[in-house]
């Protein structure tokens, strides 16, 4: 094919966008969001990597096991501890669709995850900046990076899409 003067301002739609590893990773926490939604729980999804491998994925599972502690994070550090017969996930990144509730921030400290990346953030219960900041508190051990708003409007609208239909059930359209 010859020279086309226009081809600069018209890339080859076909061509696959490249995204970063924090979406590409943040995508497979959508996935178990989505998983959660289908269950009819809250739909917060997590996936924990390590050498760029994910080792544990998980979704809220509170309403199904009838157990308040069972959060995609809590599941899915148990899930990766298993994987690396390690109680510390000293080289693992936390990719999460709502930012964390205190409970949770504290077992990741615990746990010494070294990332926690999080989709949304949640003005009502989120201990990793937004209400408190467990992660960040000065007297504990661990401060693990924390990276928020990655992907943030596709994980915010799954979770005020499931709450909107909570409310109003007849609402089917979504």
């Not at 600069?8 to 996935?31: C, G, N, Q």
């Not at 994987?83 to 921030?105: N, Q, R």
């Not at 989120?126 to 661990?142: K, R, T, Y």
């Not at 401060?143 to 979770?159: A, K, M």
């Amino acid at each position: 094919m010859g020279f086309v003067p226009w081809a600069p301002f018209f890339p080859d739609m076909t061509a696959p966008v490249p995204i970063s590893p924090d979406e590409m990773f943040m995508r497979e926490a959508l996935k178990q969001a989505r998983v959660a939604a289908d269950n009819d729980e809250v739909p917060v999804g997590a996936v924990i990597v390590h050498e760029n491998k994910i080792i544990a994925r998980a979704h809220n599972q509170v309403e199904t096991l009838k157990d308040p502690t069972a959060h995609a994070e809590m599941i899915a550090i148990t899930q990766a501890s298993a994987s690396l017969e390690s109680k510390w996930l000293l080289e693992c990144a936390l990719y999460v669709t709502l930012e964390p509730c205190s409970m949770c921030a504290g077992a990741l400290v615990l746990s010494r995850v070294r990332r926690i990346c999080f989709g949304a953030a949640d003005p009502k219960t989120g201990a990793c900046g937004s209400v408190l900041d467990i992660v960040g508190h000065e007297p504990l051990n661990h401060h693990p990076e924390v990276e928020g708003g990655i992907l943030e409007e596709e994980c915010g609208r799954l979770l005020s899409d499931f709450f909107k239909q909570k409310r109003n059930p007849l609402d089917a359209g979504l």
